[in-house]
């Protein structure tokens, strides 16, 4: 009887821990996006707008497949998918020492903005972005890029 109740607990933390890691996530992403729309300036340090820790973001190619990101960013994470979507969707992954700080993912149209570099960034780089007003989204390019 023990064994059942202990893992039928197991099974409820299980599900629990995914919850509230995916609402962590969501929240991450609404307060970039709420970080984004609040720059009033030209050009701004990456470092300044994202609201959150994290030592670096990864831009994925379109048609990545999970395994390649996997291997690129050096950790496996359940909210890594397989970037089968094509040019223009935004799939950002920040990372903060071995973990998946969040990973972003959507067409600038529907999440508000785009954040353009090649390959990655890192935090102690400081890196400069252009600011873009660009119909309904705003776009942050690696400035020199």
Do not use: C, H
Not at 37 to 48: F, G, L, Q
């Amino acid at each position: 009887m023990n064994k059942k109740v202990i893992f039928v607990l197991g099974i409820i933390a299980g599900f629990v821990f995914t919850f509230l890691n995916g609402f962590i996530f969501e929240n991450k992403n609404v307060k970039l996006k709420d970080s984004i729309y609040a720059i009033n300036s030209e050009v701004v340090k990456i470092n300044e707008v994202v609201p959150f820790n994290w030592d670096t973001v990864y831009y994925i190619e379109p048609y990545t497949s999970k395994e390649e990101i996997q291997d690129i960013i050096g950790i496996e994470n359940v909210k890594i998918t397989d970037n089968n979507i094509s040019e223009g969707f935004v799939y950002l992954v920040f990372v903060k020492g071995n973990s998946v700080v969040t990973v972003l993912k959507g067409y600038p149209d529907n999440i508000g903005y785009d954040i353009r570099f090649k390959d990655k960034v890192n935090y102690s780089d400081d890196v400069s972005f252009n600011v873009i007003k660009d119909k309904n989204i705003i776009v942050l390019e690696k400035a020199g890029s």
